[in-house]
């Protein structure tokens, strides 16, 4: 009979083990340092306000990209047949000579638009720089000028590559 009686006695001990008196333990609700959102405050979008001096800078660099532009274009219309001509020529040939210098010179009148680009970039560089607002006017401009320039890269390449 005292095998039967010790394991419900061991057992007894056993959990009497885990009893504690109550203490002053602290809670398991969230505390008030837990309760505190870290999510980023919505700030208002900054609204770029209308400059007439830089709308002036937009205007004169876009007119000079859009010269630039008519300039490639020409020189594009005077290069295009004299590829033609030279595709499948023997390289050094006359008219393969004369396509390597309309090419020459379709890269020449390329570089025109990198400096109304540069004047664009700058300028889009500086209002970073200072913290301004983006300006749509000039971003605008800026896509513009970036997509003529490489598209004339394009182009170049294009020609180069019918005249192998």
């Not at 830089?54 to 660099?61: M, P, S, T």
């Not at 005077?78 to 004369?98: D, F, Q």
Request: hydrophobic share 50%; with cysteine.
């Amino acid at each position: 009979m005292k095998a039967a009686l010790l394991p419900p006695i061991l057992f007894a001990a056993l959990l009497s083990a885990c009893a504690a008196t109550r203490g002053d333990y602290p809670s398991l609700l969230p505390r008030p340092i837990e309760q505190i959102s870290l999510t980023e405050p919505m700030r208002p979008v900054p609204v770029a306000t209308p400059d007439a001096a830089l709308d002036g800078k937009i205007a004169a660099a876009t007119g000079a990209a859009a010269a630039a532009t008519r300039s490639f274009e020409a020189a594009v219309a005077r290069a295009r047949p004299l590829v033609r001509a030279a595709a499948g020529k023997a390289e050094g040939s006359e008219t393969w000579l004369n396509a390597q210098v309309a090419l020459a010179e379709l890269d020449v009148a390329r570089t025109a638009i990198d400096t109304p680009l540069a004047d664009l970039e700058r300028l889009a560089i500086d209002r970073a720089a200072g913290g301004a607002p983006p300006y749509p006017a000039l971003d605008a401009a800026l896509a513009r000028a970036t997509e003529a320039a490489n598209a004339q890269r394009t182009t170049i390449a294009t020609l180069g590559t019918s005249l192998r």
